[in-house]
């Protein structure tokens, strides 16, 4: 039997309301993404993946969900998300949406009913309700925090106006955590699985896959409470995040989808570590692709970069799964400018007004760089919307403009991930860059959109689109996502491996390398007057 159409796809993110607007209101919508699918197709993309787009008081951009079965008015209609998905299918594109079952929006109506409901019913088992601390309860049932800042229990007033009960909230205040141990929940989502199985998606991006199953006892954890925190092989496991129950829920969502014609796939957001545990959710009865986090935060160096692409590729073979390698997404600094960052500065939860600016330049020379090794390796990957283009992070955004409930929940100490969410350019000298018919945008966008915008980039030779065009292609033809990495240098300058008919290297040295031998199909940037490979720079090369 062929492998699945997921062991070797391109996947495009879209993070609705910034991608087009159809009605010029300044938020992207389901009809803009629909009038835009050419692009995609044009690109040379397998599938979109669709960041949420059902109803919801937008208090963490869509990630709080108050219904899981319709479309909220901002982005269209159910009518519009059945043509956005035939269409896509016309094109020659799947469509993946998100899930989001670790918690609800405290709009929900099952949250409503929890607030109305009496300690101990029915309606609050649905979620994680605990008494508090202390002769009078008013201390939170444990030391936990919120991966946005500030606690993770918030102190219910009951219907009668006593302070009452604490309800765990590992995100927003508005995103209160269900009870995945309460079989209620595990029924309804799958009845939502079938809801949007019915109407024709290819799959679900499952958010925060790793955070359905706490520790039984809610443990104290003394450690900073992060999204990925504690997960290295010699510390112990959060008690929130990567509980081994949470493949008991995907392998009965894995027999779901196979009970559906077509290969209809689930993808795992889990921030774990090591290689290892993020392998036990791609096994053969659970999901079908993991995002490879440990990948995307890897340092730019050649020891690195072997490192964990030799760890991801032995953890997941392991298993028989392929890997899933992924560079930017809603949730981080674009790689065009977290590139080009000081290494002595870390990697920042988002940049702004006063804070160390990354080398444009350089940033973009090696984002180029990473996106050819990358996508010259076996298995799937996944592209953020814009990074055919080279956007940058909008690292100038004004502070009064951020939306991100992470700069007001720590205390204005941690700007967010604004500043890789900001709507997209398609025209340079059209009103807001041609992300929608008016001026309005949710978020503001920089001057220097237009020398990014599209159409100054297409039929451009050495454009950024052009050469994600390009690369695109030659890995169709070449088979390359599935094919097998033979390294022939791994050394601390220069990497090379070969896949298919590729000799593929990428020079992480000060000095000019000279290539491979054979006919150079592709590069990051022109080689140099002698025909060597200049710093930053990936090429392909077919074998002599």
């Avoid at 520790?215 to 092989?233: C, F, H, K, M, V």
């Avoid at 920042?348 to 090794?373: H, K, M, S």
Wanted: with cysteine.
């Amino acid at each position: 039997m062929a492998p699945g159409w997921w062991t070797e796809a391109v996947i495009y993110q879209i993070y609705p309301r910034s991608f087009a607007d159809s009605d010029g209101d300044g938020i992207g919508d389901l009809p803009g993404i629909t009038a835009r699918l050419g692009h995609l197709a044009e690109l040379g993309v397998d599938a979109v993946w669709l960041s949420p787009f059902y109803p919801s008081p937008q208090a963490d951009a869509g990630y709080d969900v108050a219904d899981y079965r319709d479309v909220d008015p901002l982005f269209g209609s159910l009518a519009d998300a059945d043509r956005l998905i035939a269409e896509a299918r016309a094109k020659g594109l799947k469509v993946i949406v998100d899930l989001v079952p670790n918690h609800t929006s405290s709009a929900h109506r099952w949250f409503r009913a929890a607030v109305a409901a009496a300690p101990g019913s029915p309606e609050r088992a649905r979620y994680i309700f605990r008494d508090g601390l202390g002769p009078d309860g008013a201390e939170p049932p444990n030391d936990w925090q919120s991966v946005f800042g500030g606690p993770a229990w918030t102190r219910l007033v009951e219907p009668d106006g006593r302070p009452g009960q604490w309800y765990l909230h590992l995100f927003d205040t508005a995103q209160p955590d269900l009870n995945w141990d309460n079989p209620e929940i595990r029924a309804e989502f799958v009845d939502v699985l079938r809801f949007w199985l019915d109407r024709g998606v290819d799959g679900f991006r499952v958010d925060v896959a790793h955070g359905l199953i706490k520790q039984a006892d809610l443990a104290n954890w003394e450690e900073p409470q992060e999204i990925l925190s504690g997960n290295e092989a010699d510390k112990p496991r959060p008690p929130m995040w990567d509980q081994d129950g949470v493949h008991e829920v995907y392998r009965q969502w894995r027999q779901v989808l196979d009970s559906y014609d077509g290969d209809r796939i689930l993808v795992a957001e889990a921030w774990v570590e090591p290689a290892e545990r993020i392998a036990r959710y791609v096994r053969p009865d659970e999901m079908h692709q993991a995002f490879n986090f440990e990948y995307l935060l890897a340092a730019w160096t050649a020891p690195a970069q072997y490192a964990v692409i030799t760890r991801s590729l032995e953890a997941t073979d392991a298993v028989g799964a392929p890997t899933t390698w992924v560079l930017s997404n809603h949730d981080v600094i674009r790689h065009a400018s977290r590139m080009g960052l000081s290494a002595k500065g870390g990697r920042p939860n988002g940049i702004g007004i006063g804070d160390p600016q990354p080398d444009a330049a350089l940033g973009l020379r090696r984002a180029r760089a990473a996106t050819l090794l990358m996508l010259a390796l076996p298995g799937s990957a996944y592209l953020y919307q814009g990074e055919e283009l080279g956007l940058p992070e909008h690292t100038t955004l004004p502070d009064e403009s951020r939306q991100d409930p992470t700069w007001e929940r720590s205390g204005h100490t941690q700007r967010g991930r604004d500043g890789c969410r900001v709507p997209i350019p398609w025209e340079a000298d059209a009103p807001s860059y041609g992300f929608g018919p008016t001026d309005a945008s949710w978020l503001p966008q920089p001057p220097l959109w237009a020398e990014y915008a599209l159409d100054r980039q297409q039929g451009v030779s050495g454009s950024t689109y052009e050469t994600y065009r390009t690369a695109l292609r030659l890995r169709r033809e070449y088979a390359l996502g599935r094919g097998t990495l033979e390294w022939l240098s791994s050394g601390d300058e220069v990497l090379s491996f070969r896949n298919g008919g590729l000799t593929v290297l990428t020079n992480f040295g000060t000095a000019a390398v000279p290539p491979p031998a054979g006919e150079l199909l592709h590069s990051s940037a022109p080689l140099d007057a002698d025909g060597r490979v200049p710093t930053d720079v990936t090429v392909w090369v077919r074998h002599s």
